[in-house]
Protein backbone atom coordinates (compact mmCIF):
# COMPACT_ATOMS: atom_id res chain seq x y z
CA UNK A 1 0.00 0.00 0.00
CA UNK A 2 1.82 2.84 -1.43
CA UNK A 3 1.86 6.24 1.19
CA UNK A 4 -0.52 8.73 1.05
CA UNK A 5 1.09 11.91 -0.73
CA UNK A 6 1.35 14.64 2.54
CA UNK A 7 -0.08 18.34 2.41
CA UNK A 8 4.07 19.60 1.83
CA UNK A 9 4.47 17.30 -1.09
CA UNK A 10 1.10 18.38 -2.76
CA UNK A 11 1.59 21.84 -2.26
CA UNK A 12 4.80 22.14 -4.21
CA UNK A 13 3.38 19.85 -6.55
CA UNK A 14 1.34 22.65 -7.60
CA UNK A 15 3.29 25.40 -6.93
CA UNK A 16 5.70 23.75 -9.24
CA UNK A 17 3.14 23.53 -12.06
CA UNK A 18 1.99 26.85 -11.41
CA UNK A 19 5.75 28.39 -12.01
CA UNK A 20 5.78 29.45 -8.42
CA UNK A 21 9.38 28.11 -8.04
CA UNK A 22 11.33 31.15 -6.86
CA UNK A 23 10.38 31.87 -2.90
CA UNK A 24 11.70 34.92 -1.30
CA UNK A 25 11.66 35.22 2.10
CA UNK A 26 13.01 35.29 5.29
CA UNK A 27 12.48 32.04 7.22
CA UNK A 28 11.17 32.23 10.80
CA UNK A 29 10.57 28.81 13.48
CA UNK A 30 6.72 28.50 12.05
CA UNK A 31 7.35 28.64 8.80
CA UNK A 32 10.66 25.68 8.71
CA UNK A 33 7.83 22.92 8.47
CA UNK A 34 7.02 24.80 5.18
CA UNK A 35 10.70 25.01 3.66
CA UNK A 36 12.19 21.71 4.76
CA UNK A 37 13.64 19.00 2.33
CA UNK A 38 13.35 22.32 0.33
CA UNK A 39 13.56 21.27 -3.27
CA UNK A 40 15.96 21.44 -5.80
CA UNK A 41 14.10 22.89 -8.17
CA UNK A 42 13.17 25.55 -6.42
CA UNK A 43 15.41 28.64 -5.40
CA UNK A 44 15.00 30.52 -2.14
CA UNK A 45 16.01 34.23 -2.35
CA UNK A 46 16.97 34.95 1.15
CA UNK A 47 16.57 38.86 1.97
CA UNK A 48 17.75 40.17 5.93
CA UNK A 49 13.86 41.61 6.79
CA UNK A 50 10.32 41.13 5.76
CA UNK A 51 9.95 44.64 4.29
CA UNK A 52 13.12 43.58 1.92
CA UNK A 53 11.61 40.51 1.03
CA UNK A 54 8.03 41.83 -0.17
CA UNK A 55 9.85 45.06 -1.74
CA UNK A 56 11.84 42.20 -3.49
CA UNK A 57 9.11 40.24 -4.87
CA UNK A 58 7.11 43.09 -5.50
CA UNK A 59 9.66 44.51 -8.20
CA UNK A 60 10.33 40.93 -9.41
CA UNK A 61 6.09 39.88 -10.16
CA UNK A 62 6.43 43.34 -11.90
CA UNK A 63 9.34 42.47 -14.09
CA UNK A 64 9.05 38.89 -14.84
CA UNK A 65 5.20 39.80 -15.35
CA UNK A 66 4.16 36.82 -12.79
CA UNK A 67 2.99 36.36 -9.64
CA UNK A 68 5.67 35.75 -6.90
CA UNK A 69 5.73 33.36 -4.00
CA UNK A 70 6.92 34.94 -0.29
CA UNK A 71 7.16 33.40 2.95
CA UNK A 72 7.52 35.70 5.76
CA UNK A 73 7.43 34.75 9.73
CA UNK A 74 3.93 34.57 11.82
CA UNK A 75 2.48 38.10 13.36
CA UNK A 76 5.86 39.76 13.47
CA UNK A 77 7.52 39.29 10.18
CA UNK A 78 3.65 39.98 8.51
CA UNK A 79 3.78 43.22 10.39
CA UNK A 80 7.85 43.95 9.52
CA UNK A 81 6.21 43.51 6.35
CA UNK A 82 2.83 45.61 6.06
CA UNK A 83 4.83 48.82 4.54
CA UNK A 84 6.03 47.31 1.24
CA UNK A 85 2.53 45.46 1.31
CA UNK A 86 0.62 48.61 1.03
CA UNK A 87 3.09 49.21 -1.96
CA UNK A 88 2.38 46.13 -3.60
CA UNK A 89 -1.51 46.91 -3.12
CA UNK A 90 -1.10 50.32 -4.49
CA UNK A 91 1.10 48.67 -7.69
CA UNK A 92 -1.35 45.91 -8.08
CA UNK A 93 0.91 43.28 -7.70
CA UNK A 94 0.24 39.61 -7.95
CA UNK A 95 2.01 38.14 -4.56
CA UNK A 96 1.31 35.00 -2.56
CA UNK A 97 2.41 35.61 1.14
CA UNK A 98 2.36 32.98 2.79
CA UNK A 99 3.16 33.12 6.78
CA UNK A 100 3.39 30.32 9.38
CA UNK A 101 0.97 29.72 12.51
CA UNK A 102 1.48 28.26 15.88
CA UNK A 103 0.31 24.15 15.81
CA UNK A 104 -3.09 24.26 15.58
CA UNK A 105 -3.47 22.20 19.18
CA UNK A 106 -2.15 25.15 20.90
CA UNK A 107 -3.73 28.31 19.19
CA UNK A 108 -6.41 28.22 21.51
CA UNK A 109 -4.44 29.12 24.60
CA UNK A 110 -2.25 32.10 22.91
CA UNK A 111 0.87 30.02 22.45
CA UNK A 112 4.05 32.38 21.39
CA UNK A 113 4.45 33.17 18.29
CA UNK A 114 0.74 33.01 17.54
CA UNK A 115 -0.57 34.95 14.94
CA UNK A 116 -4.01 36.28 16.95
CA UNK A 117 -6.54 36.78 14.45
CA UNK A 118 -4.20 36.24 11.94
CA UNK A 119 -6.41 37.03 8.81
CA UNK A 120 -7.30 40.62 10.17
CA UNK A 121 -3.50 41.40 10.05
CA UNK A 122 -2.45 41.89 6.42
CA UNK A 123 -6.14 43.67 6.05
CA UNK A 124 -6.75 45.93 4.41
CA UNK A 125 -4.02 45.44 2.16
CA UNK A 126 -4.86 42.31 0.47
CA UNK A 127 -7.52 41.01 -1.71
CA UNK A 128 -7.80 38.23 0.30
CA UNK A 129 -6.44 36.84 3.57
CA UNK A 130 -7.39 33.11 4.69
CA UNK A 131 -6.43 30.21 7.27
CA UNK A 132 -7.32 26.55 5.87
CA UNK A 133 -9.87 25.19 7.84
CA UNK A 134 -8.57 21.67 7.91
CA UNK A 135 -4.74 20.91 6.67
CA UNK A 136 -6.05 19.04 3.97
CA UNK A 137 -7.16 22.64 2.01
CA UNK A 138 -3.99 24.03 2.10
CA UNK A 139 -3.09 23.21 -1.79
CA UNK A 140 -6.91 24.08 -2.92
CA UNK A 141 -6.13 27.46 -0.90
CA UNK A 142 -3.25 28.12 -2.81
CA UNK A 143 -5.02 27.39 -5.81
CA UNK A 144 -7.69 29.85 -5.17
CA UNK A 145 -4.84 32.46 -3.34
CA UNK A 146 -3.18 32.34 -7.06
CA UNK A 147 -6.66 32.92 -9.15
CA UNK A 148 -7.21 35.79 -6.56
CA UNK A 149 -3.65 37.26 -7.14
CA UNK A 150 -3.98 37.35 -10.68
CA UNK A 151 -7.46 37.88 -12.05
CA UNK A 152 -8.06 41.69 -12.25
CA UNK A 153 -7.42 44.18 -10.20
CA UNK A 154 -4.17 42.02 -9.28
CA UNK A 155 -2.86 42.16 -5.79
CA UNK A 156 -1.54 40.50 -3.24
CA UNK A 157 -3.23 37.98 -1.22
CA UNK A 158 -2.56 36.04 2.19
CA UNK A 159 -2.18 32.40 4.00
CA UNK A 160 -1.43 31.80 6.92
CA UNK A 161 -0.91 28.06 7.88
CA UNK A 162 -0.24 26.43 11.18
CA UNK A 163 3.12 24.63 11.08
CA UNK A 164 1.61 21.05 11.80
CA UNK A 165 -0.60 21.14 8.53
CA UNK A 166 2.42 20.37 6.02
CA UNK A 167 2.94 16.50 7.34
CA UNK A 168 -0.70 15.49 7.03
CA UNK A 169 -2.10 13.62 4.36
CA UNK A 170 -3.42 15.24 1.40
CA UNK A 171 -6.53 14.36 -0.51
CA UNK A 172 -4.80 14.04 -3.98
CA UNK A 173 -3.39 15.91 -6.30
CA UNK A 174 -3.96 19.42 -6.16
CA UNK A 175 -6.29 20.82 -8.63
CA UNK A 176 -4.52 23.29 -11.54
CA UNK A 177 -7.10 25.86 -12.53
CA UNK A 178 -6.34 28.90 -15.73
CA UNK A 179 -7.58 32.31 -14.70
CA UNK A 180 -7.59 35.39 -16.63
CA UNK A 181 -5.32 38.26 -15.99
CA UNK A 182 -7.36 40.71 -18.50
CA UNK A 183 -11.18 41.99 -18.75
CA UNK A 184 -12.51 43.45 -21.61
CA UNK A 185 -14.41 46.75 -21.87
CA UNK A 186 -17.99 47.12 -22.57
CA UNK A 187 -18.43 47.47 -26.50
CA UNK A 188 -21.22 49.64 -26.38
CA UNK A 189 -19.96 52.40 -23.43
CA UNK A 190 -16.29 52.38 -25.48
CA UNK A 191 -18.26 53.05 -28.69
CA UNK A 192 -19.76 56.51 -26.71
CA UNK A 193 -16.78 57.06 -25.49
CA UNK A 194 -14.86 57.09 -28.81
CA UNK A 195 -17.61 59.30 -30.14
CA UNK A 196 -17.10 61.97 -27.21
CA UNK A 197 -13.65 61.70 -28.34
CA UNK A 198 -14.05 62.26 -31.71
CA UNK A 199 -16.02 65.36 -31.19
CA UNK A 200 -13.58 67.13 -28.90
CA UNK A 201 -11.61 69.97 -30.23
CA UNK A 202 -8.40 69.84 -27.97
CA UNK A 203 -8.53 66.68 -25.65
CA UNK A 204 -5.77 65.47 -23.39
CA UNK A 205 -4.77 61.92 -22.64
CA UNK A 206 -3.65 60.84 -18.92
CA UNK A 207 -1.79 57.58 -19.15
CA UNK A 208 -0.99 56.03 -15.65
CA UNK A 209 0.68 52.80 -14.50
CA UNK A 210 -1.66 50.45 -15.54
CA UNK A 211 -1.12 51.09 -19.44
CA UNK A 212 2.62 50.09 -18.58
CA UNK A 213 1.60 47.38 -16.49
CA UNK A 214 -0.64 45.86 -19.42
CA UNK A 215 1.92 46.37 -22.08
CA UNK A 216 0.28 48.84 -23.41
CA UNK A 217 3.33 51.57 -23.67
CA UNK A 218 3.11 51.16 -27.98
CA UNK A 219 -0.57 51.16 -28.03
CA UNK A 220 -0.60 54.35 -26.07
CA UNK A 221 1.49 56.36 -28.84
CA UNK A 222 -0.58 55.24 -31.20
CA UNK A 223 -3.40 56.46 -29.61
CA UNK A 224 -2.27 59.59 -28.90
CA UNK A 225 -0.54 59.97 -32.62
CA UNK A 226 -3.73 59.17 -33.87
CA UNK A 227 -5.66 62.00 -32.09
CA UNK A 228 -2.74 64.75 -32.11
CA UNK A 229 -3.56 65.21 -28.49
CA UNK A 230 -1.47 66.39 -25.60
CA UNK A 231 -0.50 63.53 -22.85
CA UNK A 232 0.26 63.95 -19.34
CA UNK A 233 1.88 61.75 -16.58
CA UNK A 234 -0.50 60.55 -14.37
CA UNK A 235 1.41 62.12 -10.95
CA UNK A 236 5.05 63.23 -10.48
CA UNK A 237 5.21 60.15 -8.16
CA UNK A 238 3.65 57.68 -10.36
CA UNK A 239 5.27 53.87 -10.21
CA UNK A 240 5.61 53.45 -13.46
CA UNK A 241 5.60 55.85 -16.46
CA UNK A 242 3.87 54.59 -19.70
CA UNK A 243 5.00 57.01 -22.25
CA UNK A 244 8.16 58.53 -23.91
CA UNK A 245 8.98 61.55 -21.81
CA UNK A 246 10.84 62.70 -25.16
CA UNK A 247 7.65 62.34 -27.14
CA UNK A 248 6.65 65.52 -29.00
CA UNK A 249 3.34 64.82 -27.64
CA UNK A 250 4.39 64.48 -24.04
CA UNK A 251 3.63 67.90 -21.92
CA UNK A 252 5.18 66.53 -18.33
CA UNK A 253 3.38 65.11 -15.19
CA UNK A 254 0.19 66.24 -13.76
CA UNK A 255 0.91 68.04 -10.31
CA UNK A 256 -0.58 66.36 -7.17
CA UNK A 257 -3.01 68.81 -5.90
CA UNK A 258 -6.73 69.98 -6.71
CA UNK A 259 -6.00 73.04 -7.89
CA UNK A 260 -2.34 72.63 -9.82
CA UNK A 261 -4.32 69.81 -11.50
CA UNK A 262 -7.29 72.06 -12.69
CA UNK A 263 -4.84 74.70 -13.86
CA UNK A 264 -2.73 72.57 -15.50
CA UNK A 265 -5.50 70.89 -17.49
CA UNK A 266 -7.34 74.25 -18.40
CA UNK A 267 -8.06 74.92 -21.93
CA UNK A 268 -8.81 70.99 -22.55
CA UNK A 269 -12.79 70.04 -23.63
CA UNK A 270 -11.85 66.38 -22.52
CA UNK A 271 -9.61 64.10 -20.74
CA UNK A 272 -9.40 61.14 -20.90
CA UNK A 273 -7.72 59.38 -17.89
CA UNK A 274 -6.62 55.61 -19.02
CA UNK A 275 -4.78 53.36 -16.33
CA UNK A 276 -4.64 55.82 -13.10
CA UNK A 277 -6.90 57.34 -10.34
CA UNK A 278 -8.45 60.60 -10.97
CA UNK A 279 -6.24 62.30 -9.19
CA UNK A 280 -3.85 61.22 -6.32
CA UNK A 281 -3.83 64.47 -4.61
CA UNK A 282 -1.63 65.28 -1.95
CA UNK A 283 -1.12 67.78 0.00
CA UNK A 284 -4.60 69.27 -0.02
CA UNK A 285 -4.87 72.95 -1.69
CA UNK A 286 -8.87 73.26 -2.52
CA UNK A 287 -9.77 74.06 -5.95
CA UNK A 288 -11.97 72.76 -8.75
CA UNK A 289 -11.77 68.97 -9.84
CA UNK A 290 -11.68 70.23 -13.48
CA UNK A 291 -12.18 73.55 -15.01
CA UNK A 292 -15.43 74.66 -16.16
CA UNK A 293 -16.18 73.52 -19.28
CA UNK A 294 -13.83 70.23 -18.98
CA UNK A 295 -15.49 67.03 -19.87
CA UNK A 296 -13.33 63.48 -18.42
CA UNK A 297 -13.42 60.11 -19.10
CA UNK A 298 -12.01 57.26 -16.89
CA UNK A 299 -10.74 54.11 -17.45
CA UNK A 300 -9.34 51.45 -15.29
CA UNK A 301 -9.13 47.76 -14.44
CA UNK A 302 -9.75 48.36 -10.71
CA UNK A 303 -13.90 48.89 -9.66
CA UNK A 304 -12.75 50.93 -6.78
CA UNK A 305 -11.09 53.37 -8.11
CA UNK A 306 -13.47 54.37 -10.73
CA UNK A 307 -15.86 54.48 -7.47
CA UNK A 308 -13.70 56.95 -5.59
CA UNK A 309 -13.33 59.25 -8.57
CA UNK A 310 -14.17 63.10 -7.56
CA UNK A 311 -15.19 63.42 -11.78
CA UNK A 312 -15.67 62.04 -14.95
CA UNK A 313 -17.38 59.31 -16.25
CA UNK A 314 -16.05 55.75 -15.82
CA UNK A 315 -15.38 51.85 -17.79
CA UNK A 316 -13.88 49.12 -16.72
CA UNK A 317 -11.46 47.69 -18.81
CA UNK A 318 -7.68 46.18 -19.29
CA UNK A 319 -5.50 49.51 -20.34
CA UNK A 320 -4.02 47.74 -23.48
CA UNK A 321 -7.19 45.85 -24.65
CA UNK A 322 -9.10 49.14 -24.14
CA UNK A 323 -6.45 51.73 -26.09
CA UNK A 324 -6.20 48.89 -28.75
CA UNK A 325 -10.20 48.99 -28.94
CA UNK A 326 -10.18 52.62 -29.10
CA UNK A 327 -7.42 53.32 -31.97
CA UNK A 328 -9.68 51.40 -34.29
CA UNK A 329 -12.87 53.21 -33.24
CA UNK A 330 -11.78 56.60 -33.09
CA UNK A 331 -10.90 58.92 -35.76
CA UNK A 332 -7.89 60.09 -37.37
CA UNK A 333 -7.50 63.25 -36.27
CA UNK A 334 -4.26 65.03 -38.46
CA UNK A 335 -5.58 68.21 -38.73
CA UNK A 336 -6.30 68.74 -34.78
CA UNK A 337 -3.59 70.98 -33.83
CA UNK A 338 -0.78 69.64 -31.87
CA UNK A 339 0.50 70.44 -28.91
CA UNK A 340 3.87 72.96 -28.58
CA UNK A 341 6.48 70.18 -27.04
CA UNK A 342 7.45 70.25 -24.09
CA UNK A 343 10.65 72.19 -23.32
CA UNK A 344 12.63 71.26 -20.60
CA UNK A 345 14.92 73.60 -18.65
CA UNK A 346 18.02 72.06 -18.73
CA UNK A 347 19.52 74.47 -16.45
CA UNK A 348 22.96 74.41 -14.54
CA UNK A 349 24.98 76.63 -12.98
CA UNK A 350 27.79 78.45 -15.10
CA UNK A 351 30.61 76.68 -12.87
CA UNK A 352 30.19 73.45 -10.72
CA UNK A 353 28.26 73.35 -7.93
CA UNK A 354 29.71 72.53 -4.43
CA UNK A 355 27.83 69.96 -3.40
CA UNK A 356 26.60 69.12 -6.56
CA UNK A 357 22.70 70.03 -7.56
CA UNK A 358 20.48 66.87 -7.99
CA UNK A 359 20.39 68.29 -11.92
CA UNK A 360 24.23 68.34 -12.04
CA UNK A 361 24.29 64.75 -10.61
CA UNK A 362 21.54 63.69 -12.61
CA UNK A 363 23.25 65.29 -16.20
CA UNK A 364 26.59 63.13 -15.02
CA UNK A 365 24.00 59.96 -15.43
CA UNK A 366 22.66 61.09 -18.08
CA UNK A 367 25.63 61.12 -19.97
CA UNK A 368 26.47 57.53 -18.96
CA UNK A 369 23.51 55.92 -18.68
CA UNK A 370 23.42 52.58 -20.77
CA UNK A 371 20.47 53.10 -23.41
CA UNK A 372 18.57 49.98 -22.06
CA UNK A 373 19.23 50.98 -18.36
CA UNK A 374 16.17 50.62 -16.02
CA UNK A 375 15.86 53.62 -13.35
CA UNK A 376 14.49 52.73 -9.54
CA UNK A 377 13.92 56.19 -8.13
CA UNK A 378 13.47 56.54 -4.56
CA UNK A 379 14.43 60.24 -4.38
CA UNK A 380 11.47 61.60 -3.92
CA UNK A 381 12.43 65.39 -3.73
CA UNK A 382 14.30 65.14 -7.20
CA UNK A 383 12.04 63.00 -8.81
CA UNK A 384 10.70 65.95 -10.86
CA UNK A 385 14.43 66.66 -11.91
CA UNK A 386 15.00 63.12 -12.83
CA UNK A 387 12.48 63.04 -15.15
CA UNK A 388 14.30 66.18 -16.49
CA UNK A 389 17.72 64.85 -17.35
CA UNK A 390 16.78 61.25 -17.22
CA UNK A 391 13.46 60.88 -19.15
CA UNK A 392 12.00 57.19 -19.15
CA UNK A 393 11.73 56.35 -23.39
CA UNK A 394 11.14 52.50 -22.98
CA UNK A 395 8.61 50.49 -21.37
CA UNK A 396 9.41 48.52 -18.11
CA UNK A 397 12.09 50.87 -17.56
CA UNK A 398 11.22 52.50 -15.16
CA UNK A 399 10.05 51.69 -11.23
CA UNK A 400 9.27 53.39 -7.98
CA UNK A 401 7.05 52.38 -5.02
CA UNK A 402 3.31 52.69 -5.63
CA UNK A 403 2.30 53.75 -1.86
CA UNK A 404 4.72 56.66 -1.47
CA UNK A 405 5.94 54.75 1.56
CA UNK A 406 9.49 54.74 2.19
CA UNK A 407 11.89 52.06 2.04
CA UNK A 408 10.67 50.18 -1.21
CA UNK A 409 13.49 51.22 -3.64
CA UNK A 410 16.50 49.67 -2.41
CA UNK A 411 14.79 45.89 -2.23
CA UNK A 412 12.88 47.43 -5.30
CA UNK A 413 16.22 47.21 -7.44
CA UNK A 414 17.12 44.19 -5.51
CA UNK A 415 13.85 42.69 -6.83
CA UNK A 416 14.23 43.95 -10.64
CA UNK A 417 17.91 42.94 -11.12
CA UNK A 418 16.19 39.02 -9.90
CA UNK A 419 13.82 39.79 -12.59
CA UNK A 420 15.84 40.63 -15.25
CA UNK A 421 18.00 37.86 -14.39
CA UNK A 422 15.30 35.26 -14.35
CA UNK A 423 13.84 36.37 -17.91
CA UNK A 424 17.43 36.56 -19.38
CA UNK A 425 17.51 39.73 -19.75
CA UNK A 426 21.02 41.91 -18.79
CA UNK A 427 20.64 45.23 -18.46
CA UNK A 428 22.02 48.18 -15.91
CA UNK A 429 19.77 49.18 -13.02
CA UNK A 430 20.37 52.27 -11.53
CA UNK A 431 18.56 53.01 -8.85
CA UNK A 432 18.84 56.95 -7.53
CA UNK A 433 18.09 56.72 -3.62
CA UNK A 434 18.07 59.78 -1.33
CA UNK A 435 19.89 59.33 2.23
CA UNK A 436 17.25 58.91 4.22
CA UNK A 437 15.19 56.53 1.91
CA UNK A 438 18.72 54.33 1.63
CA UNK A 439 18.12 53.58 5.79
CA UNK A 440 14.54 51.92 5.82
CA UNK A 441 15.41 49.01 3.84
CA UNK A 442 19.34 48.80 3.80
CA UNK A 443 19.71 44.96 4.84
CA UNK A 444 18.45 44.29 1.32
CA UNK A 445 21.83 45.42 -0.21
CA UNK A 446 23.38 42.02 1.22
CA UNK A 447 21.14 40.19 -1.34
CA UNK A 448 22.31 42.31 -4.17
CA UNK A 449 26.17 41.35 -3.21
CA UNK A 450 25.14 37.82 -2.49
CA UNK A 451 23.48 37.52 -6.01
CA UNK A 452 26.46 39.75 -7.83
CA UNK A 453 23.66 41.83 -9.67
CA UNK A 454 24.59 44.40 -11.89
CA UNK A 455 23.23 47.40 -9.77
CA UNK A 456 24.54 50.99 -9.22
CA UNK A 457 22.95 52.26 -6.34
CA UNK A 458 23.01 56.44 -6.61
CA UNK A 459 22.92 57.45 -3.03
CA UNK A 460 22.28 61.46 -3.31
CA UNK A 461 23.62 62.44 0.46
CA UNK A 462 21.65 66.21 1.28
CA UNK A 463 22.30 65.48 4.96
CA UNK A 464 18.15 65.85 5.51
CA UNK A 465 14.34 64.45 4.55
CA UNK A 466 14.09 67.10 1.44
CA UNK A 467 10.42 65.62 0.44
CA UNK A 468 8.74 66.23 4.06
CA UNK A 469 10.66 69.66 4.36
CA UNK A 470 8.64 70.50 1.04
CA UNK A 471 5.46 69.28 2.21
CA UNK A 472 6.20 70.83 5.94
CA UNK A 473 6.26 74.29 3.60
CA UNK A 474 3.24 73.05 1.48
CA UNK A 475 1.42 72.33 4.48
CA UNK A 476 1.97 75.41 6.78
CA UNK A 477 3.97 73.40 9.33
CA UNK A 478 7.38 74.89 10.86
CA UNK A 479 9.71 73.98 12.91
CA UNK A 480 8.62 70.10 12.20
CA UNK A 481 11.85 67.68 14.71
CA UNK A 482 13.51 65.04 13.60
CA UNK A 483 13.98 66.32 9.58
CA UNK A 484 17.88 66.16 9.55
CA UNK A 485 20.22 63.60 9.36
CA UNK A 486 23.56 63.89 10.69
CA UNK A 487 26.44 61.24 10.91
CA UNK A 488 25.88 58.81 8.50
CA UNK A 489 28.31 56.87 7.10
CA UNK A 490 26.46 55.16 4.08
CA UNK A 491 30.08 53.67 2.77
CA UNK A 492 31.48 51.59 5.65
CA UNK A 493 27.90 50.54 5.98
CA UNK A 494 27.31 49.42 2.35
CA UNK A 495 31.54 47.83 2.56
CA UNK A 496 30.27 45.94 5.73
CA UNK A 497 27.33 44.05 3.32
CA UNK A 498 29.29 43.27 0.80
CA UNK A 499 29.13 45.91 -1.86
CA UNK A 500 31.60 47.87 -3.55
CA UNK A 501 31.08 51.97 -2.57
CA UNK A 502 32.81 54.98 -3.63
CA UNK A 503 32.50 58.63 -3.45
CA UNK A 504 31.67 61.42 -6.07
CA UNK A 505 31.78 64.67 -5.14
CA UNK A 506 32.30 65.76 -9.07
CA UNK A 507 30.10 65.20 -12.00
CA UNK A 508 33.44 64.06 -13.73
CA UNK A 509 33.44 61.82 -10.24
CA UNK A 510 30.16 60.25 -11.03
CA UNK A 511 30.85 59.57 -14.69
CA UNK A 512 34.44 57.75 -13.44
CA UNK A 513 32.91 55.97 -11.42
CA UNK A 514 29.52 54.72 -12.92
CA UNK A 515 32.01 53.58 -15.27
CA UNK A 516 34.08 51.29 -12.93
CA UNK A 517 30.87 50.53 -11.54
CA UNK A 518 29.10 48.73 -14.50
CA UNK A 519 32.21 47.10 -15.18
CA UNK A 520 32.25 45.29 -11.44
CA UNK A 521 30.93 41.79 -10.96
CA UNK A 522 28.45 43.11 -8.03
CA UNK A 523 26.40 45.90 -6.57
CA UNK A 524 28.41 49.96 -6.34
CA UNK A 525 26.92 52.11 -3.88
CA UNK A 526 28.11 55.68 -5.31
CA UNK A 527 27.90 58.10 -2.17
CA UNK A 528 26.89 61.72 -3.93
CA UNK A 529 26.82 65.09 -1.85
CA UNK A 530 24.16 66.98 -3.12
CA UNK A 531 22.14 70.55 -1.90
CA UNK A 532 18.52 69.94 -0.89
CA UNK A 533 16.21 69.97 -3.62
CA UNK A 534 12.71 71.65 -2.95
CA UNK A 535 9.87 69.15 -4.35
CA UNK A 536 8.03 70.32 -6.77
CA UNK A 537 4.44 68.95 -6.45
CA UNK A 538 2.10 71.49 -6.53
Known amino acids: MSTPTSVHDAT?????RLGLTTVFGNPGSTEQTFLKDFPDDFTYILALQEASVVAMADAYSQVTGKPALVNVHTA??????????IAAYDAKTPLIITAGQQHREMVISEPYLANRDETMLPRPWVKWAYQPARAEDVPAAFMRAYATALQPPAGPVFLSIPLDDWVKPALGPA?????????????ARLAQFAERIDNSSRPALV????????????????LAEKLQAAVYGSSPLADRVSFPEDHPLYQGNLPMTIAGVSEQLTGHDLVVVIGAPVFRYYPFVPGRYLPEGTELLHVTCDPDTAAYANSGDSLLGDAKLTIDLLIDKVDSQSGRVAPTPLSWPHRLPSSPSTPLTPAEAYAALRDVRPADAVIVNESTSTMAVQA?????????????TGSGGIGWGVPGAVGV?????ARGTQRTVIATIGDGSFQYSIQAIWTAARHKLPIVFVVFRNGE????????????APGVPGLDLPGLDIASVAKGFGCRAAHAETADDIRIQFKIATEADGPTVILVPTQPQYARLG
Open 12 to 16: YDLLR
Open 76 to 85: AGTGNAMGSL
Open 175 to 187: LVREVSHRVAPDV
Open 207 to 222: FGPEVDRSGGWDCAVA
Open 388 to 400: EWLPTVRSGSFFT
Open 417 to 421: ALGDR
Open 465 to 476: YSILKSFAELEQ
